[in-house]
């Protein structure tokens, strides 16, 4: 339900959330890695502050990024902040998610223009490129088990052709 709830809020796909989360922490509220990313959707202390400050949220931990609805309304809001700076594309989103904003704005540079499967597999840090396809992949399979139409991947990850997209600060 929170998943669902903040998905809304932020008006994402609610399978694109449930994906980037079941890659992020196998829905581990508990979950931390080895770099310190926390919770559910896998913040770093430092985004976490930058979303909590852009939302005029003062009473900041880092502790409160293992509590549910927090993590997930940190996590969603930067995953719309990446969204809106990629123009609507959810693989560009995906891969500054994981792999930083200036990272993709390199790999944007090397292959600005190409289909977004053929993109994703030029994208030079393996755990980036199989964290896109799997987040991509999941969404799928959360899409089909809420009970709506299937989608194909084309569909929902459309082609890369914006090579004067560059991140902004976030």
Known sequence: EL????????QL????????????????AQARSRVGARG???????TARKVAHHRQERRFSTGKLYQPDLNLRYGTHYL?????????????ALAAYNGGPNNVKRWLKSRP??????WVEMITYGET????????????I??????ESPVRLAKLARS??????VPATV
């Open 80 to 92: 719309r902040q990446l969204i809106d700076q990629y123009q609507g594309d959810k693989v560009l």
């Open 160 to 165: 890369i052709n914006q090579p004067g997209v």
């Open 3 to 10: 998943i669902a709830k903040q998905a809304a809020v932020q």
């Open 113 to 118: 223009t190409s289909a977004a499967a053929l």
């Open 40 to 46: 559910l959707m896998q913040l770093m202390p430092g």
């Open 129 to 140: 490129r199989e964290y896109v396809q799997a987040v991509l992949s999941y969404a799928i």
């Open 13 to 28: 796909p609610p399978e694109l959330v449930f994906g980037l989360v079941r890659r992020e922490s196998l829905f581990d």
């Open 142 to 147: 959360y899409r089909q088990l809420a009970g």
